[in-house]
């Protein structure tokens, strides 16, 4: 009987790590979200070969075509 009660210890003590490492990487992603979002922006101007313009706030930014000029 002692080690039906060690095996489920074990999970919910596995199921509380993964719960935590869960909450952590929601919370950081939320806080650095817009600036992932204007890194990978940048990216995708470049390799289209558009001009980068960035937001008034982290994740506005957005590619535009390069104006030529006359």
Do not use: H, R, W
């Amino acid at each position: 009987m002692n080690k039906l009660n060690n095996k489920g210890q074990a999970l919910v003590e596995y199921i509380l790590i993964v719960a935590i490492i869960s909450v952590i990487t929601v919370a950081i992603v939320s806080y650095f979200g817009g600036y992932l979002k204007d890194s990978i922006t940048k990216t995708a101007c470049s390799l289209v070969g558009q001009v980068y313009v960035e937001g008034k706030k982290p994740g506005d930014g957005f590619c535009e075509v390069e104006k030529e000029e006359s």
